[in-house]
C-alpha cells in the first residue's frame, strides 16, 4: 500500500498541527496505521497507532495527552492532531502501514514523510 503524509509545516511552541496520512490505494482500510518521528542525530520513535476499525489505539510517550490519532474511513485516511507542540517535536513523521497496532514497528510500508519544525 503507498502511503503519502503531509501537514507538516513550522510553528511556534504552543501551536498546534493536523498531519494526514491518506492513500488512494483500496487497501488502506485494511491496515493499522501508525505514526513515528525521527530528529536529527536521532533514532525513530514511535508516536502513535490505530487499528484498522479505529477501535485500538497506542501512543508512545512523546504524544500522550498532547497527540491524538484518528481515522476517517470515508477520505483513506488518518490524522495526526497535534496539540502544544514543544521544540522538541521537532522532527520528520512518517506514517507506517501495518496489519496490526501491536507490530506497527515492524511495518512495512512507509510514507515519504513530513518535517515538523517547532521554535521557540
Known amino acids: 500500500v503507498q502511503l503519502q503524509a503531509s501537514g507538516g509545516g513550522s510553528v511556534q511552541a504552543g501551536g498546534s498541527l493536523r498531519l494526514s496520512c491518506q492513500s488512494s490505494?483500496?487497501?488502506?482500510?485494511?491496515?493499522?496505521i501508525g505514526w513515528f518521528r525521527q530528529a536529527p542525530g536521532k533514532e525513530r520513535e514511535f508516536v502513535a497507532a490505530?487499528?484498522?476499525?479505529?477501535?485500538?489505539?497506542e501512543y508512545g510517550d512523546p504524544a500522550k495527552g498532547r497527540f491524538t490519532i484518528s481515522r476517517d474511513g470515508a477520505k483513506n485516511a488518518v490524522h495526526l492532531q497535534m496539540t502544544r507542540l514543544k521544540v522538541e517535536d521537532t522532527a520528520v513523521y512518517y506514517c507506517?502501514?501495518?496489519?496490526?497496532?501491536?507490530?506497527?514497528?515492524?511495518?512495512?510500508?512507509w510514507g515519504q514523510g513530513t518535517q515538523v519544525t517547532v521554535s521557540s
Open positions: 507506517a502501514a501495518d496489519p496490526l497496532v501491536v507490530t506497527m514497528k515492524f511495518a512495512e510500508y
Open positions: 490505494d483500496s487497501s488502506f482500510s485494511t491496515y493499522a
Open positions: 490505530i487499528s484498522r476499525n479505529g477501535h485500538k489505539i
